[in-house]
């Protein structure tokens, strides 16, 4: 069974339409790095799979959305199971007015946890997977806000890794950081791979090659092509493309 399948799903914002009948699989374990022009649909995307869409008042969708094939756009689905297994990292790192185990523990005791051995075990599991156990072990109850912007982009990845989730959307997380700190968040990708579907909006088109299975290229609101990371950037079959990935996009 695949992890994620899009059937025909279309979005507005008022009367403007900002996908347009996209329909997609995403394969358990892989990474899917989405690529387009700004404004093409990308994180309109993102935040129809764990329906943050619905917090934009004017906002409308249409088709489904299968997560292991359930259709997370049925009334009934519960939302905070839902966000808690298809977990959200932002463009700008989002840490919680709390300290750093506050914000790691947030999830869990959300949803319910509340012995204080199994909070500590979560909070430094999940900051190792997020590779800064080692930077803040000795700081667990400092403000997040100290921690520099990578970080909190890492902190952020341990917040959502602490609540078990199966998808985690990357929504250009590494734009607001600086290169080394982007790097770090680059391998961070690479190593959940496996364990986690990830989804990941990027300009960085070396950034795309050098993470990700598989690459989409919407334009408009339409999924133009999706394939193999390796065949997209080497010999697309759509035309438009192949402009986009040589610079020649009008």
């Known amino acids: 069974m695949v992890a994620i399948a899009m059937e025909r799903v279309s979005v507005w914002y008022g009367r403007v339409k900002a996908l347009n009948d996209v329909s997609l699989e995403v394969q358990p374990g892989s990474v899917l790095a989405l690529i387009g022009p700004s404004g093409c649909g990308k994180s309109t995307l993102l935040r129809v799979l764990n329906r943050l869409i619905e917090r934009t008042p004017s906002a409308r969708v249409a088709g489904r959305v299968l997560v292991d094939g359930r259709d997370i756009l049925a009334p009934d689905v519960d939302l905070a199971l839902l966000r808690r297994r298809v977990g959200m990292i932002f463009q700008r790192p989002v840490s919680f ?11 869990p005791r959300l ?25 803040v072990r000795g700081k667990l109850r400092r ?23 199966e998808i985690i959307l990357m929504d250009e997380p590494t734009s607001a950081l600086d290169p080394g700190s982007a790097a770090r968040i680059e391998e961070l990708v690479v190593q959940l791979k496996g364990r986690y579907t990830v989804l990941i909006v990027t300009h960085n088109l070396q950034q795309a090659a050098r993470v990700s299975d598989f690459t989409g290229f919407l334009d408009r609101g339409q999924l133009i092509e999706l394939g193999e990371t390796s065949l997209i950037f080497t010999a697309p079959r759509d035309r438009r493309t192949e402009a986009y990935l040589t610079g020649q996009f009008e």
């Open 97 to 107: 007015p709390f300290s750093i185990f506050d914000n790691v523990a947030y999830g």
């Open 143 to 165: 403000p997040a806000h100290g921690l520099s912007g990578g970080q909190q982009q890492r902190l952020a990845l341990a917040r959502a890794l602490a609540v078990n989730p």
């Open 111 to 135: 949803h319910g946890m509340k012995n204080p051995h199994q909070l500590r075990q979560v909070v430094e599991a999940s900051l190792k997977q997020a590779a800064l156990w080692d930077e």
